[in-house]
């Protein structure tokens, strides 16, 4: 088994490999003056199980190109297998048509790395669990959850009441609310534009009691932040969100050191060094535990199903 590291986040898997005790996987990934991206595996890789950790975060093209460059490189040289690990999967927001004459750019990154020589990806909290159905080879879709309870939120929010930012994710909302033993409450929001969001009503009793926002992506924080104001003005007590992909982007580290939000857990599954020192409010938890286990269980045939039994 060897495991190879993009330019996205390197530092993520180094912690695997730490996990796993076993070397980083030697490689070079650089850019022509022009731009273009250029990949030299460094090692011998024939008839080994290769595991590629990038994921596709901004810039998103520039990653997404990478990655598909590096497997290239590693199907050219004869790898036994390929696995994409795709910590968080760019485009994933794209996973529909929603108006006419518009791309489903999530269908197009899983042809673009079945067609490079991907034979498994794994990934993490995908933002619509359809994207599976968009690959044709094995995919394990992983859950934050299990690094975030055990991490965090067990230790600080048992109890508290488990408020759905929107109805999509009510789901995800009563899997955490079940585990932490509170009550579930849900945020009924109208967009209006991409990345605009207006609350509308809470459903559910948050008066007099402690408020965590569960997430998928936050992206601008537009919606969390929105969130976390309605939830205050109906009575919490106090706010805090928890977000399996802090994208941050735009205004978002100022929305967030602005907003009644007391805390806002998320993971590395993108590299966020630069956001951290921005927002004292931002709780960074690992997910690398949780990737390292995956990785051994399918380099040994074992059940990945379990770890979130």
Do not use: W
């Amino acid at each position: 088994m060897s495991i190879f590291s993009g330019n996205a986040h390197p530092e993520l898997a180094q912690e695997i490999c730490k996990a796993l005790d076993c070397p980083l996987g030697r490689s070079r990934v650089n850019q022509f003056s022009d731009g273009e991206t250029f990949c030299v595996i460094e090692e011998n890789v024939r008839g080994v199980d290769t595991y590629v950790v990038q994921p596709t975060c901004s810039p998103v093209n520039d990653r997404v190109m990478e990655l598909l460059i590096m497997v290239d490189s590693l199907r050219r040289a004869s790898a036994g297998s390929i696995t994409a690990v795709i910590p968080y999967y760019g485009y994933a927001r794209q996973d529909r048509k929603v108006a006419p004459r518009t791309p489903i750019s999530a269908k197009l990154v899983a042809s673009l790395l079945e067609a490079g020589g991907v034979n498994r990806v794994v990934a993490v909290d995908l933002h619509a669990g359809q994207i599976q159905g968009f690959f044709q080879v094995p995919f394990d879709h992983l859950y934050a959850m299990p690094a975030l309870l055990n991490s965090h939120l067990r230790a600080n929010y048992t109890g508290a009441v488990i408020v759905s930012p929107d109805a999509g994710g009510v789901e995800r909302a009563r899997a955490y609310s079940k585990r932490l033993g509170g009550t579930l409450a849900i945020i009924d929001k109208r967009r209006e534009r991409a990345n605009e969001s207006e609350v509308m009503n809470i459903i559910g009793d948050v008066k007099s009691q402690r408020c965590l926002i569960i997430d998928d992506i936050m992206d601008t924080a537009g919606t969390m932040c929105n969130a976390a104001r309605a939830l205050m003005d109906a009575g919490a007590t106090s706010v805090s969100a928890s977000v399996s992909h802090a994208v941050l982007s735009g205004p978002a580290i100022d929305r967030i050191n602005d907003s009644p939000l007391e805390e806002v857990v998320v993971t590395n599954s993108m590299p966020l060094q630069k956001q951290s020192a921005r927002c004292s409010k931002l709780k960074i938890v690992s997910i690398a535990p949780l990737l390292a286990e995956a990785i051994r269980r399918i380099h040994h045939s074992d059940s990945v199903s379990s770890l979130f039994v």
